[in-house]
């Protein structure tokens, strides 16, 4: 058990790190917790609901691997090779999939009732 907790709090810490360091982050989790007040404000159903928490967690996981892959790629020194850009390519690229399906799922889930609303 204290191994476990042990585990919770490096955990905490890496997620602390990356709310108070990490611009992307920051700017992802804004938009993540906009995306749920919008889910709030327009009631959504609890299956929409469901979309976008997983959607605001996949790009927020996405983000984490990033800068994880880009702070180890980072410890090799100040000479990048070839391989350490593509390996920082493809985590980003990883976070932009993720971001460009949780829009499109965003947009699948919010216009419908966005539009409902603008008619009279």
Excluded: Y
Excluded at 8 to 24: D, W
């Amino acid at each position: 058990m204290i191994r476990f907790l042990r585990g919770i709090r490096h955990a905490l810490s890496g997620l602390v790190h990356a709310v108070r360091r990490e611009r992307n982050f920051q700017i992802e989790v804004a938009l993540g917790l906009a995306a749920l007040a919008m889910a709030w404000w327009l009631r959504i159903s609890p299956v929409e609901w469901l979309a976008v928490v997983i959607c605001c967690g996949l790009v927020l996981s996405a983000e984490l691997l990033n800068t994880a892959i880009e702070h180890l790629a980072d410890t090799t020194g100040p000479v990048c090779s070839e391989q350490i850009r593509v390996v920082k390519d493809v985590a980003a690229g990883a976070v932009l999939v993720a971001a460009v399906v949780s829009i499109g799922v965003g947009a699948a889930v919010f216009l419908p009732h966005l539009t409902s609303i603008a008619r009279p």
